[in-house]
Antibody, heavy 119, light 113 residues
């Protein structure tokens, strides 16, 4: 059974760097065709894809946020890490990690973690 | 980026009646080489992550009730709930996976009338 679980701080201050971890189980981050994405959702708003990392370590980022995002993985720990620099109150959102299937839909999601940006 | 636009933003339907949600993409998401539309639908209930309902525009994910159906091609798609149940109250999103970045519609909230 595939599971994903996000962890990280619930509150960050403006200008700080947010670091989130997605711990996966039920598959290996090295499995061909498996990749993990980060997606966020401001309260009451739409979903916004941020980044994903493929089994071969290829990465892809949202063009609007690319300068602020870094995605990486630690296969031995089954973890994918997302860093977002220079956080702002508009970045307040629930951050999800999701399994990005071979064709491009998201077939498994973590429960999400709410991150609030406030001083 | 491909912009996905859903309509309506919300709708209220009586139990047992049909709910239809529309999704329009700013460019075609149909790939002629495999005759597939690169579109998915998700259901999101309050406090929960999205749940995949449909992919390839019309293929139901395993375990999804057959009252959920997807249709359309090219740039215009629909999600139909035939015989709305109380547990179907949720926000529904479409998503294109034709090109990166994957993009989502703004969501349609379905309620009971």
């Amino acid at each position: 059974q595939v599971t994903l679980k996000e962890s990280g701080p619930a509150l960050v201050k403006p200008t700080e760097t947010l670091t989130l971890t997605c711990t996966v189980s039920g598959f290996s981050l090295n499995d061909t065709g498996m990749s993990v994405s980060w997606i966020r959702q401001p309260p009451g708003k739409a979903l916004e894809w941020l980044a994903h990392i493929f089994s071969n370590d290829e990465k892809s980022y949202s063009s609007s946020l690319k300068s602020r995002l870094t995605i990486s993985k630690d296969t031995s720990k089954s973890q994918v890490v997302l860093s977002v620099t220079d956080m702002d109150p508009v970045d307040t959102a629930t951050y999800f990690c999701a399994l990005y299937g071979a064709y491009g839909w998201f077939d498994s999601w973590g429960q999400g973690t709410l991150v609030t940006v406030s001083s | 980026d491909i912009v996905m636009t859903q309509s309506p933003d919300s709708l209220a339907v009586s139990l047992g009646e049909r709910a239809t949600i529309n999704c329009k993409s700013s460019q075609s998401v149909f790939f002629s080489s495999n005759n597939k539309n690169y579109l998915a639908w998700y259901q999101q209930k309050p406090g929960q992550p999205p749940k995949l309902l449909i992919y390839w525009a019309s293929t139901r994910e395993s375990g999804v009730p057959d009252r959920f159906s997807g249709g359309g091609s090219g740039t215009d798609f629909t999600l139909t709930i035939s015989g709305l149940q109380a547990e179907d109250v949720a926000v529904y999103f479409c998503q294109q996976f034709y090109i990166v970045p994957p993009t989502f519609g703004q969501g349609t909230k379905v309620e009971i009338k």
